[in-house]
């Protein structure tokens, strides 16, 4: 490229730079300045002609002002006309000019637009580029309007230069991204493809760009780019060193080049021809041996260049899933990085592995570098690193290493930096409760958690250690006696007390034998807490004091003066005086019996067990016990407003637990005496305050909304409850859009990504589910530069849907600025059996425009599967068991997407079940098994898919015990293959 | 892929920026501001890669002046780290010697190399 450069003869601009420079203060800065566009202005005013080259000089010299921040408010006009002159110099600085300064004064983009046309058909490859820089520069939606349909012409024209070629590439990747509407589909993308086997390589590299991007769009119209990418992939990873010229970068042939190629193979799967693909899992193994090889240089550069392609290269090897000698081996040689002594180096190696974890064929190969990362999180220096490190640690975790790298990432937790923290925290709890064996360790875990960082432990974390230790009695006293242990430390935190404060007022009585521990001790130790504490957490702490009285009648004495006194009898806070005053009513009223019943110990937490072993359980317990659960939901035993006599659900239930039951989730068995149209009336009460007065509510509605708890108890409430309320009429809000089904099928078999997307929004989705909970994280990103006003996400139940599924949001900020990105949190709870999915309706003004959108939300009924794993045998006895037609649904359909085995085994397991080896004859066919978690019921799940390679179809078979439930789940997993 | 370029000094003077997707410039002043404190905020043990918001930077320092990219996450990091360092490469061979000097008083040709050198890596 002829270069503008120092000496090039513009000797009044290296003047006037080097005045710049040499200005003692801004003032005097300015001054030049301002002399010098006044002496511009008035050689452009003149009589006299400027030639070619002063226009230049002096649309430099402005070009120049500008960019050191200074406006420019003329000048526009000559830099345009220099864009008509044939000296490429002179050419190349109008085009700069207005590829930095352009504006759309509709007047001169007219100009350009011609100027631009007149070089795009110039036939002379150096205006043909400059012209194309500019439209890609500008890149504004004007210039992909008149230039869009010409540019794929110029592309695969036969005559034109490699330079052009690869520049109309790059400009038409720049145009698609801006506005892919206005980049026209045709005959053309085929010839594309074929770039790839160009012998430039600069054209290569472009053609490589342009068509990652377009086939994300449409992976069927370039799906024959995979064999020429392979190929010419294949020639690089085997032509030596010094084969490709100036494409070699220190000894390595085309480094970006092969990481881009490598790139676009990503975009699809594993190629279905055996050639190509044998050819290709060659190219990877070469790579993988050439980064044993002793280096051809010594330079740093050659090992960088190296390694970009080998990092890519694993990502493919990763990517296609498939492959389980290349993994291991991948994951051999990210482990020889991991003690690098390039921090890099070691950084890469962390993430790349992460990813290997999850591949069942490379998990245990990542798991023998466990005390490599271990140590990496003790001692690198980098936060970054570390982090990468905890992670890795997270994702390699199983049942073998729980306990160490539970330990380990505790230990971390001290010293980790404040903005990880929350994540940590919420590792160590999930690993802690999904591998533990025993739970003393669990709930030792747990209380470590919240020692070491509890204002990061969030109330669900503590929630659950409650659930679990309630439904589980041979913890509670172990739990009891730590939990009186950590209670102890001269400060600790408020979780602290809330868990104590529960555990102590259920099992303190299993620890009362030991004098250390004697009822008057724990009821002190609470107490000492008490003062420091919150509103919320003191109304817990009463509750515990009232539970006190029934364990231990020698405190009663106390506590009644506790209650008694007047900062509680006359708090200003109404839930406070008010539990003090029932209290105090109750414990003096009631006889002991009564006393025992109301004050019972809390029934275990439904949701998490089998209903077999929940009923074994109701049935040791005394009769009382198994009331409660009905009795709690029970309206005509929950008189707040009586406000003399606390009742059993009342008591016995402290706030968070009874939200976290969900009264917004009762589902009908467990409800028998509402009457049928309870889902509605329910309806209601998730309407919430707002809609309540306009309700006018009958005597039944008022003992439904009694049912949701007062504000100031709960705090979970304050967060969950503003949304619902919010919540549009399902009247209000639009239907959904038309790709909603098809978006949401791309969520049936994996739980995160990108699920909208358009010019202004971005919506990612991140969850997780167990059981019959989950957890889900939206992601609203602003794509524009402007603020979002009224931002308001809502997720609307069509139909009955609010009787089956629970979902509960998070409010989110009404604005969202340019760039940003919001989080919404929303906890899922499946109530029963559900065949449609609840929507998205997401609202905002965008310019003052509003914007309206609704989406289905990608939570499907086989979100909630467990695996099942089990032998042939049995599956065949449970398959037998269920052979009523109805509850058989079978589909026979065309695949849509390639046959891979393997692609096809990460589909169902992603779907939810467990796949069962050696139990179908024929080893082509899949079968599975699962069980759907509701919390009102269980639906096993058995499934068959048979797939006939010759005639590109399957059969799906599923047998479940619920008819609707066949169905659903038959259509779903249908339309993914 | 890339979504910015940034030449900052030590005394957080940009000497150059491309942005591949829009942000306002009053913006670009406060991210360029972030970006260059959290580079000087890192010792030489530290890697070159930084999570910030939702992308990845990637930063090289070349005396006293920094050159960090601010890329997505499907973008491989080594990749960028060594282009990079073939950017710089060409400024030398084109100034014989490159320094911030020159990036100062060449802007447009910064762009323009920048520009045709860049831009198969987009």
Redesign the interface.
């Known amino acids: ?1 002829p ?4 000496g090039d003869g513009m000797r009044g601009l290296a003047v006037f ?1 080097s005045d710049i ?1 040499n200005c003692k203060s801004k003032e005097a800065e300015i001054k030049r300045i301002n002399k010098e566009l006044a002496n511009i202005r008035s050689k452009f005013k003149g009589d006299k002609a400027l030639d070619g080259y002063s226009k230049k000089k002096y649309v ?1 010299k402005l ?2 002002i500008f ?1 050191l921040g200074h406006d420019i408010d003329f000048g526009h006009m000559e830099a345009v006309n220099l864009l008509s002159s044939n000296k490429y110099t002179e050419k ?2 109008g085009y ?1 000019f207005i590829s ?1 300064l352009v504006n759309s004064n509709s007047e001169l983009i007219r100009l350009i637009n011609n100027a631009i046309k007149n070089d795009l058909a110039s036939r002379n490859p150096t205006f043909m580029c400059l012209a194309l ?1 500019c439209i ?2 500008v890149g504004s939606r004007e210039m992909g309007e008149a230039f869009a349909a010409d540019i794929p012409r110029i592309l695969v024209a036969g005559d034109s230069m490699d330079s052009v070629k ?2 109309a590439a ?1 400009c038409l ?2 145009l698609y991204k801006a506005s892919p509407d206005l980049v026209p589909m045709g005959e053309w993308t085929a010839r594309v493809v074929h770039l790839l086997n160009d012998q430039h390589m ?1 054209v290569v ?2 053609a490589v ?1 342009l068509i990652t991007c377009l086939c994300k769009k449409n992976p069927d119209d370039f799906k024959t780019c995979i064999s020429l990418a392979v190929s010419r992939l294949s020639r690089i990873v085997s032509s030596a060193s010094t084969d490709l010229q100036d494409y070699t ?1 220190y000894f390595v042939p085309a ?2 080049l092969s ?1 881009k190629l490598l ?1 676009l193979l990503q975009c699809y799967p594993p190629p279905e021809d055996a050639a190509v693909k044998g050819r290709l899992v060659e190219c990877l193994e070469t790579v993988l041996n050439k980064a044993q090889e002793p280096p051809k240089s010594k330079k740093v ?1 050659h090992s ?2 190296k ?2 392609i080998l ?2 290269t694993i ?1 493919l090897i990763i990517h296609y899933d498939s492959e389980p000698n290349l993994l291991v081996r991948a994951c051999n040689q990210l482990g020889q990085f991991l003690q690098h002594r390039e ?2 180096l ?3 190696a962390l993430e790349s592995m992460c990813t290997l974890a999850s591949s069942e064929f490379s998990h245990e190969a990542v798991k023998t570098h466990i005390d490599t990362v271990i140590n990496a999180l003790k001692t690198e ?2 936060v ?2 570390r982090q990468r490190a905890a992670d890795l640690l997270y994702a390699m975790c199983d049942r073998s290493n729980a306990k160490q790298i539970v330990s380990e990432m505790l230990r971390y937790l001290e010293t980790a930096d404040y903005a990880i923290r929350e994540e940590i925290v919420l590792k160590v709890a999930i690993l802690a409760e999904k591998y533990a064996v025993d739970y003393s360790w669990y709930v030792d875990t747990i209380l470590n958690l919240i020692r070491i960082a509890g204002d990061y432990v969030s109330e669900e974390v503590w929630y659950r250690v409650l659930q679990i230790v309630t439904n589980r009695d041979d913890v509670q006293g172990y739990a009891a006696k730590t939990v009186f242990e950590a209670l102890q430390a001269p400060a600790c935190h408020e979780n602290m007390v809330k868990v104590g404060g529960y555990i102590l007022g259920e099992f303190g009585n299993l620890i009362a034998g030991d004098p250390r521990s004697s009822p008057p001790v724990q009821f002190s130790l609470l107490h000492s807490k008490f003062h420091l504490c919150s509103v919320a957490t003191r109304a817990l702490l009463l509750s515990t004091y009232i539970k006190f009285i029934n364990l231990f009648p020698e405190t009663k004495a106390t506590i009644q003066g506790v209650l008694r006194a007047g900062s509680q009898l006359r708090n200003a806070d109404v839930e406070l005086q008010q539990r003090a005053v029932e209290y105090l009513t109750l414990s003096s009223v009631a006889s002991t019996d009564v006393l025992a019943t109301v004050l019972e110990e809390m029934p275990p937490f439904p949701e998490r067990e089998s209903s077999i072993l929940a009923k074994l359980k109701r049935k040791k317990g005394p009769g009382a016990g198994s009331a409660l659960d009905d009795g709690r939901r029970d309206p005509s035993s929950n008189d707040i407003n009586g406000g003399v006599e606390p009742t059993p659900s009342n008591v016995s239930t402290p706030s968070p637990s009874a939200d976290l039951l969900g009264l917004r989730a009762a589902p009908p068995p467990a409800a028998p005496p509402v009457p049928a149209s309870a889902g509605n009336l329910l309806v209601d009460v998730f309407d919430g305050p707002a809609a309540q007065p306009s309700l006018g509510p009958t005597p039944e509605e008022a003992f439904l909304s009694e049912l949701e708890p007062p504000a100031p108890e709960s705090p979970m409430a304050l967060l969950a409850d503003p949304a619902p309320a919010a919540d549009p009429g399902p009247e209000d809000i639009g239907p959904p859009i038309p790709e909603a089904d098809e978006l949401l099928n791309k969520f049936v078999c994996k739980n995160n990504g990108v699920l909208f997307e358009n010019q202004l929004l971005q919506i990612g989705v991140k969850s997780e589910f167990r059981q019959n909970l989950g957890r889900m994280y939206l992601f609203y ?1 602003n794509k524009t ?1 402007v603020q979002f006003q009224n931002f308001s996400p809502n997720v609307v139940h069509p139909g009955d849907l609010q009787t089956q599924l629970a979902v509960q949001t998070k409010r989110v900020a009404a604005q969202v600025d ?2 940003a ?1 919001v989080q919404q949190v929303l906890n899922i709870e499946c109530l029963r059996d559900f065949l449609t999915p609840p929507l998205l309706s997401v609202r905002f003004r965008y310019g003052g425009a509003p914007q309206s959108l609704t989406l289905k939300l990608p939570v499907t009924i086989n979100k909630f599967f467990q695996p099942t794993e089990m032998a042939a045998q049995d599956f065949f006895q449970r398959w037998k068991q269920l052979s009523l037609p109805q509850q058989e649904a079978q589909k026979i359909f065309k695949a849509n997407h390639p046959m891979d085995a393997e692609v096809t085994k990460a589909k169902l397991l992603g779907f939810g079940s467990a796949l069962l080896d050696n139990v179908d004859p024929n080893p082509e066919n899949f079968v599975g098994a699962g069980i759907i978690q509701t919390k009102a019921l269980q639906v096993g799940c058995l499934l068959r898919l048979e797939p006939n390679a010759q005639a590109q179809m399957y059969r799906l078979t599923l047998r479940t015990s619920k008819e609707p439930v066949s169905r659903h789940l038959c259509e779903l997993l249908a339309q993914q293959f | 892929m890339i979504k910015f370029f940034l030449m900052v000094n030590k005394q957080g003077q940009t000497r150059l920026s491309k942005y591949y997707e ?3 410039i009053n ?1 670009r002043t406060l991210l360029e501001t972030e970006v260059i404190k959290s580079c000087l905020s ?2 030489n ?7 910030y ?2 992308f990845k930077l990637i930063y090289r320092q070349y005396a006293a002046l920094f050159i960090v990219v601010g890329v997505n996450d ?1 973008e ?4 960028i ?3 990079i ?2 950017f710089v490469e060409v400024l030398d061979e ?1 100034f014989s010697r490159v320094s911030e000097l020159d990036v100062s ?5 910064f ?2 190399t920048w ?2 050198q860049s ?4």
């Open positions: 490229m270069a503008v450069s120092k730079i420079r430099c070009l120049f960019l190349q600085i700069l930095v820089h890609a520069n690869q520049s790059l990747l720049r600069g590299t472009a760009s970068y480094p970006w990481v790139r550069q960088n260049a390694n970009a990092f890519e990502s921090t890099n070691r950084y890469l220096r980098d970054s690193v990103g530069s340019g760039g990105q | 829009h942000v306002d913006k890192r010792s043990e530290q890697c070159s890669f930084i999570e918001k939702d499907t491989n990091e080594m990749a780290y060594e282009f360092h073939n084109y008083f060449f802007n447009t040709v762009h323009s520009q045709t831009s198969p890596s987009q």
